[in-house]
């Protein structure tokens, strides 16, 4: 028998991957299946920028005269209806695991002591085990953090109405997306961060967030002190240099990164932040234990925690496979996908152009709104190392050109591809208008 604890996207892919191959497996959920994913993270994040891109376009529509109003949201009916459909999707979810074989066991803490697995207080008989218990919020340590008022993506969905003043505490990708959704809610949104915004995000791409984040303040270099109130919070006291300052706040959200979700793995290597330390195999310092997912570190997303668990399961499976971290796509989420993959951009030349007029971009033109696509080269063999993709559809861009770099295309081999018209097709015409260039600089 193989035991999985956690039932997010690691666990889950993982435990279909065994049962598929004919092995008897127990996964062990204490929640939702689906994890932070479906019920916290990148669903839920979906479903409210669906709306925000919404409400954008409105405003775009009624600011050129072809609409008459922007339409009010019903915040609590955003909530109750996504929930509705996060219960669909679980449902789903389900079915598919336990199609392929999966026996889910709901309800119950799964814990490891070394190789010892137990589900609540039964221990189980266990060949293999895999750990993917995930990752939580990040909570810092701040003064009045606790008081009613502060949320955070697991307790957000307790809101009852969007804040008039809302304070969202963290400068990465995860506190961008809810300062979008919340600015084109109506909430006047401050960002606090204690470092540079986005601060290892490609510099054009970095500028087009902060455009996109026109209207929410952001403070860089900027820490809370502390958070005020009887009951329910009132203000945020903030401190930037030596200056104190003070924030009305109707409420707070932390948005300052996740943590691996690890204290009950015990017996196993972790490192500094409780991350479960494995080799590229997955395999945890005890012998057929494996780990996969948040619970190992970032980067903290899905399509990596996938990935992690069905090498995990292909190694149980006696298929060794190793795991290469170095061409991951990712997308910060605003009004445009603004999707990324620049693994390895030292000594790179790089050419940016705005994106072009297509779907999702043509009424957009007027206030200069079309994204951007950007490409990072080898200046001397051509050879693609990096790409931004920022617009509709840059995510699918975004994971395809991942895929093409890690098969070492290079920037002449667009020279024979034809793309889709209209679409927001501006990459493909930069790699082949960056791959004339190229040939003309060596006289080709
Ligand atoms: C606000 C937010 C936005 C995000 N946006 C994106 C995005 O746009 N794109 C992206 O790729 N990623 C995004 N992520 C990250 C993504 O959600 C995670 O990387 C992904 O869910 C990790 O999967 P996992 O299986 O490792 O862990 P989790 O999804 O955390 O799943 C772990 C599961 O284990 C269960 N569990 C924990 N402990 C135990 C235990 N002891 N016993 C039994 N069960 C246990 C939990 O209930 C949970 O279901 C976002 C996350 C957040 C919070």
Redesign the pocket.
Known sequence: MIVV???????RIASIRLASAGKDVRL?????IG???LH???MP?CALNDVARFIHSARTFHNLGIIDTVPDINFSTIFSEMHAIQEKIASVLDTETRSAGVNIIYG????LEGKKVFAGEEQMDADAVIA????R?NIPDIEGIDLKGVYT?HTLFGMKEHPKKLVIIGGSV?AAEFAYIFCMFGSEVTIISRSTFLKNTDKHLRALAIKELEGVEIREDTSIQSISGRSHIHSVRVRADDKDDVIDADAVLIAAG?VP?SE?LNGVKKGSIGEVIVDRRMQTSVPDVYA????IGPP????V?RYQGIIAADNILGKPRTMDMQYIPQ?I?LAHELAFCTPETEGAASLAIPGPAGPGTFWSVPSGETGLAKVMVDPDSGALLGICAAGPGGGLIAGYMAFLMKRHFSVHDFEEFIEVHPSTDGIYGLLKYTSDMLKKRSGN
Do not use: H, W
């Open positions: 604890l956690g039932g997010g996207p690691a666990g062990i959920e204490r929640g939702g994890g932070q994913c916290f993270g990148c994040v119950k803490t799964g814990r993917a218990t995930g990752s919020p993506p995860m996740l979700r009950m996969c997912g948040d619970v903290y997303l899905t399509p925690a997308s989420n």
